[in-house]
């Protein structure tokens, strides 16, 4: 009689036990569930479950105050962010004014009659105040993008006839500076949804890339799932400034009058429209790939 008492209490235990751990794995689950979209939304809701394990509990207790410190530390990392963004917004917007001035007094000094010395001076004054008014306008420009947070109008885009008239815009001075771009685009049209003025700004980034370091040659190509490709033989660059390439100030030595933002642009655009953009090397051949956007529905030009 014994033995079976014992054994009905063992299996009283065991299933004690086997549903106290088929509760104890579902209330895992909501709390998953709960953390998952705690994380993933703007939200200080705090984790709930109703429950009698107090382990289960503890656990939420715990994970409820380090979703607060995450909370409250994000909140700070924002606020700072944004008031970084807002003064290089305005140091930068500053500058110009003073820097228009300076190269407008520059150029009326130029005109007078003066020494070879002096002339040879003015030269390098101008030189280095261009450079800084460009990289002035660039780090304003960079920094509304930054502001922006991809809020900018969105639209129906043909990708052909924007690159075209891009290209166009940059073939005199890729000639004159002996590159003769070879094209590779679709006869069907490629529409993306983005805004026109930033991916036409990506565009341009990428064009004056190619400027700063071909060895002579481009070819430009795209494909109707909406991937645009820039590649040129580049003698001066190597996989160490692969890496960098998209680092914002990053420059290679050989480019000279870079402000190192264009291809940080570029990246930064392509995130907020939704888009990618890569780099590889081979061959001594630097490509840059960006993968657009794509609309869903794509509407003819008229």
Known sequence: MLPWILFGIAAALLLA???????????LR????????????DTNVPLRLATGDRAV???????NRQLDTLREQQLKYLSGDRELKDAVTNISHDLR???????????????EVHSPSAARYLAVIGTRTEQMRQLTEELFRYSLILSA?????????????????CIAGYYAVLTQRGIQPEIDLPEQQIFCKCSRTALERVFTNLLHNALKY?????????????????SNHAAEIDRTHLAHLFDRFYTV????????????????????????????????LLTIEIQLPMQESPQALP
């Open 57 to 63: 509990r503890a656990l939420t207790a715990s994970l």
């Open 30 to 41: 909501r709390l998953t569930d709960q953390l998952e979209k705690r994380l993933s939304a």
């Open 149 to 165: 947070d991809g809020s900018s109008v969105q639209e129906s885009v043909c990708v052909n006839a924007l690159l075209e008239e």
């Open 214 to 230: 071909s060895s002579g040659d481009l070819f430009i190509t795209a494909s109707p799932e909406g991937t645009v490709r820039f």
């Open 17 to 27: 036990a086997v549903i106290k751990l088929f509760l104890m794995r579902a209330d």
């Open 97 to 111: 004014t003073p820097l228009t001035a300076i190269s407008g007094y520059l150029e009326l000094l130029s005109a």
């Open 253 to 284: 030595e050989s480019a000279q009058h870079s402000t190192g933002l264009g291809l940080a642009i570029a990246k930064t655009v392509m995130e907020q429209m939704g888009g990618s953009i890569t780099a590889q090397f081979e061959d001594a």
